[in-house]
C-alpha cells in the first residue's frame, strides 16, 4: 500500500521538476563550520516559487576530558538531526536576487560536554524540537548551474528535553519544555542545478 501511495508522489514530483526545468542540490557552509554534514534539495515550481528540503545529521563524539572539579571523565557529542522544508516566493525570476520564505523545522538532538559553549560545559541536554519560521535571503547566480545564497529566518521552536549532568551520566535533573522565539536559520547555501 505505501509504495502504491509512494508512486504518484514521485511523478508529481518529476512533472513539475520537468515544467520548472529546474532543480538544485545544496549545502550549507554555516552548518558544516558546527561539523554537521547537510544537504538540500530545491525545486522551482512556476516563475516565482521554489520548494526546498534540507537535512543535517550529526553522529560526532568529541575528545574526551577530564572534569575540571569533580575528575570525572566526560564524553563530549553533538548528536542530532534537523529536516526543514521551506517554501519561497522570489521577488524577481526563481534563484535569482532577493526571496522571502516560510519554513517549518524538525529536529531531535543529544548534545553536552561542549566545553567551548557555557550551557553545554556541564550538562547534556536529550530531546527533540518543533517550530516554524519566515525567511529572507538573497542569491548570486554564478554562471548557469551554480548559485551562492545568503539567508536568515526568525520563528518559533517548541522544545522539549531531559537534562543531565555530564560526569554523572545517568542522572537526569529534569524534564522540560521550552517555548523559543528568536533566530532560527542562518544559510550560506553552495546550490548546483541539475537541469
Given at each position: 500500500?505505501?509504495?502504491?501511495?509512494?508512486?504518484?508522489?514521485?511523478?508529481?514530483?518529476?512533472?513539475?521538476?520537468?515544467?520548472?526545468?529546474?532543480?538544485?542540490?545544496?549545502?550549507?557552509?554555516?552548518?558544516?563550520?558546527?561539523?554537521?554534514?547537510?544537504?538540500?534539495?530545491t525545486?522551482?515550481?512556476?516563475?516565482?516559487?521554489?520548494?526546498?528540503?534540507?537535512?543535517g545529521?550529526?553522529?560526532?563524539?568529541?575528545?574526551?576530558?577530564?572534569?575540571?572539579?569533580?575528575?570525572?571523565?566526560?564524553?563530549?557529542?553533538?548528536?542530532?538531526?534537523?529536516?526543514?522544508?521551506?517554501?519561497?516566493?522570489?521577488?524577481?525570476?526563481?534563484?535569482?536576487y532577493?526571496?522571502?520564505?516560510?519554513?517549518?523545522?524538525?529536529?531531535?538532538?543529544?548534545?553536552?560536554?561542549?566545553r567551548?559553549?557555557?550551557?553545554?560545559?556541564?550538562?547534556?541536554?536529550?530531546?527533540?524540537?518543533?517550530?516554524?519560521?519566515?525567511?529572507?535571503?538573497?542569491?548570486?547566480?554564478?554562471?548557469d548551474?551554480?548559485?551562492?545564497?545568503?539567508?536568515?529566518?526568525?520563528?518559533?521552536?517548541?522544545?522539549?528535553y531531559?537534562?543531565?549532568?555530564?560526569?554523572?551520566?545517568?542522572?537526569?535533573?529534569?524534564?522540560?519544555?521550552?517555548?523559543?522565539?528568536?533566530?532560527?536559520k542562518?544559510?550560506?547555501?553552495?546550490?548546483?542545478?541539475?537541469?
Amino acid at each position: 500500500m505505501t509504495r502504491i501511495l509512494f508512486i504518484p508522489i514521485l511523478l508529481a514530483l518529476w512533472s513539475l521538476s520537468v515544467r520548472a526545468q529546474q532543480l538544485g542540490l545544496q549545502t550549507n557552509a554555516l552548518y558544516w563550520a558546527t561539523t554537521t554534514p547537510n544537504v538540500g534539495v530545491t525545486l522551482g515550481v512556476g516563475d516565482h516559487w521554489s520548494l526546498s528540503l534540507h537535512a543535517g545529521w550529526n553522529p560526532w563524539r568529541f575528545k574526551s576530558y577530564d572534569h575540571p572539579e569533580s575528575g570525572e571523565r566526560v564524553h563530549p557529542k553533538m548528536f542530532h538531526w534537523t529536516l526543514m522544508p521551506e517554501a519561497k516566493y522570489w521577488f524577481c525570476r526563481r534563484f535569482e536576487y532577493w526571496n522571502l520564505g516560510l519554513h517549518t523545522i524538525a529536529t531531535q538532538y543529544n548534545v553536552g560536554g561542549l566545553r567551548f559553549i557555557k550551557p553545554l560545559a556541564d550538562y547534556r541536554y536529550q530531546g527533540y524540537g518543533v517550530g516554524a519560521g519566515v525567511s529572507a535571503g538573497y542569491q548570486w547566480p554564478l554562471g548557469d548551474r551554480w548559485g551562492v545564497e545568503l539567508s536568515i529566518g526568525v520563528g518559533y521552536l517548541f522544545m522539549k528535553y531531559d537534562k543531565y549532568r555530564c560526569w554523572q551520566c545517568g542522572d537526569r535533573e529534569g524534564s522540560y519544555m521550552r517555548h523559543y522565539v528568536g533566530p532560527t536559520k542562518a544559510t550560506i547555501d553552495l546550490i548546483y542545478y541539475i537541469r
